[in-house]
């Protein structure tokens, strides 16, 4: 059987995203550098499943590796996850996010070209949307100016991909826009665990509960578009946002080519207060937290219409904002001593 290529593959959404195409029956070869992920996470994926699969330790941005990977595997589509994240560090190290990201992504295209593989899944965000003034984004709504180097690496690489479809409209490529990714596979065994002081809302909230941090930052209750004055987001489940790209390849497995534009979220957004209550309640924890200034950059409300997902891939969101949190405290609670 023709092989998965996962680049990011020990990554937080890399990870989640092996662990079901192994258990679809796919085979998978994964490739990382772990410049921000640790290499006991293959034999979680493992433990897992139960399955095995063919593992990389390589920089994707070099290409002569990657071209051995492709003669040492019949690969049949690639699922990009390689990429820099952190919003703040871009603003600070923007030639370290271009090059990395862009240029990662291009050295991917070209390999993949010149070894006639045409099925490519990128792992885009909802943050090339940028701020358009209005809270509910749509897949044909223009992109927008991102706040970050981080974004408008996203941008460049979602334009990279339309002219690459343009030029050669053999290519199958699906772009997914995700929301906010939380949560953790209910093992506990794989989720999100990043080094230092962490930016996002729920690896916060997690290293308060487990007192880590003395207290969260509440950045802003006084939004006015808000039921509580505080932001609200699309929080999914990175379970639900893994399965995702599972039907995202089926898509392509049918249709042949093609380039395909999908937003993976619930639809649903919670504010950040409804988070960290909701946090408390299902795990019984105690998250401290006080009202901070609005954090520059942040939109009030921000979320998805995920309709496209459902009719054309018969994705839904299923998991609950209490699976969310349930989830990722279990991470912690499993990881302790780690
Ligand atoms: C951020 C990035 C976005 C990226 C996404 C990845 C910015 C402006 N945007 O989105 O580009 O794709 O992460 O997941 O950084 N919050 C607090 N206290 C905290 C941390 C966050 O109140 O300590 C609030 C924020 O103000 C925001 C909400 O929680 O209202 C969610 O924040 P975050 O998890 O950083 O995600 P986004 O800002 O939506």
């Known amino acids: 059987m023709k092989k998965i290529l996962v680049t990011g593959g020990t990554g937080y959404i890399g990870s989640h995203t092996i662990v079901e195409l192994l258990e679809n029956d796919r085979e998978v070869v ?7 992920s640790k290499e006991d996470v293959i034999e979680k994926i493992k433990k897992i499943t139960g399955k095995d699969f063919k593992f990389y330790n390589v920089d994707y941005l070099k ?14 589509a690639v699922i990009n996850f390689a990429g820099y994240k952190a919003v703040a560090e871009s603003i600070k ?34 943050t090339v949307y940028g701020n ?47 929301f ?7 093992s506990g065994l794989i989720g999100e665990n990043p080094q230092g002081i ?24 006084d939004y006015k578009e808000t039921k509580d004055g505080t932001c609200a987001r699309d929080f999914l489940h990175v379970v639900d946002l893994a399965k995702g790209h599972i ?20 639809g649903n957004p919670y504010t950040v207060q409804e988070m960290v209550e909701t946090f408390k309640k299902v795990n019984n924890v105690d998250v401290p937290y006080k009202y901070a200034p609005r954090r520059s950059g ?41």
């Open 30 to 36: 994964a490739v990382d550098d772990f410049s921000n």
């Open 63 to 76: 290409k002569e590796k990657i071209e051995k990977i492709f003669q040492e595997n019949e690969i049949d």
């Open 93 to 126: 190290e923007p030639l370290k996010y271009y090059k990395n990201n862009v240029c990662g992504a291009i050295n991917l295209l070209e390999v993949m070209q010149e070894h006639g593989v045409k099925k490519f899944v990128f792992s885009s965000s909802a």
């Open 132 to 178: 358009q003034n209005c809270s509910k984004y749509t897949e044909n709504m223009e992109r927008g100016h991102a706040s970050s180097p981080y974004g408008t690496t996203k941008i460049m690489i979602e334009k990279i991909l339309e002219d690459l479809y343009f030029s050669d409209n053999t290519w199958n490529i699906a772009i997914l826009r995700y």
């Open 180 to 186: 906010n990714p939380v949560g953790a596979h209910e």
């Open 198 to 221: 962490p930016n996002n809302l729920m690896p916060f909230i997690m290293k308060v509960a487990n007192k880590e941090i003395d207290c969260l930052n509440i950045f802003g209750n």
């Open 247 to 266: 039907k995202a390849l089926e898509k392509l497995d049918k249709e042949k080519n093609g380039i395909f534009v999908y937003n993976l979220g619930t």
């Open 298 to 338: 942040d939109l009030p409300i921000f979320y998805s219409d995920p309709t496209k997902a459902k009719e054309e891939l018969n994705w839904t969101a299923e998991k609950t904002i209490e699976d969310m949190c349930k989830d990722s405290w279990n991470f912690v609670v499993k990881n302790k001593n780690n």
